[in-house]
């Protein structure tokens, strides 16, 4: 009997593309179609990436997305379970949506909600955001998936500010 979770198969997965990718705009594709498709319980998966224009208001603009279309495609650092995750710099886990007063919602199904800043060059330059359809969906071993995921892509940002 295998001893490796599908969570480390799909972490092995998503290192192999990785290590191929030829720019964060591609990985951060690549991520959320494997993720989306091989973690059933991750029924919306999206990046937002931290625009900060000179006179104006640091805002976080959806990038690749895997699920329905959300209305949410700009959303300022004061708003929603997204600014709270990148406005902190912390992984924010929400169990239950619904008892969330920060929480900006994106479909009427979704239930638990995980958002894991991006940090490059020692600042938050966006985050992966992750929706389910199940109550609290994100344990600790899906936890660390995401946040590698998120650690893999402000690498290949630092190396593009290089
Ligand atoms: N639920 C998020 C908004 C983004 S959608 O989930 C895609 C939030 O509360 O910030």
């Not at 001893?3 to 594709?29: D, G, K, P, Q």
């Not at 995750?85 to 979704?110: F, H, N, P, Q």
């Amino acid at each position: 009997m295998s001893t490796t979770s599908h969570a480390a198969e799909v972490r092995n997965e998503i290192a192999e593309v990785a290590a191929l990718a030829t720019s964060a705009e591609h990985l951060m594709t690549e991520m959320t179609k494997i993720l989306h498709q091989r973690m059933t319980r991750y029924n919306w998966v999206g990046f937002y990436m931290l625009e900060r224009a000179a006179g104006e208001e640091p805002m976080l603009a959806l990038g690749a997305f895997q699920g329905a279309m959300t209305p949410h495609t700009r959303i300022p650092l004061n708003q929603g379970i997204c600014g709270a995750a990148a406005s902190s710099g912390k992984t924010v886990v929400v169990d239950d949506v619904s008892s969330d007063s920060r929480y900006l919602a994106c479909s009427i199904e979704t239930k638990s909600e995980i958002v894991v800043p991006i940090f490059a060059g020692g600042e938050v330059a966006g985050e992966l955001d992750i929706d389910s359809h199940f109550h609290a969906a994100f344990t600790a071993e899906d936890r660390a998936l995401v946040e590698y995921c998120a650690q893999l892509v402000g690498n290949l940002l630092e190396q593009k500010r290089a």
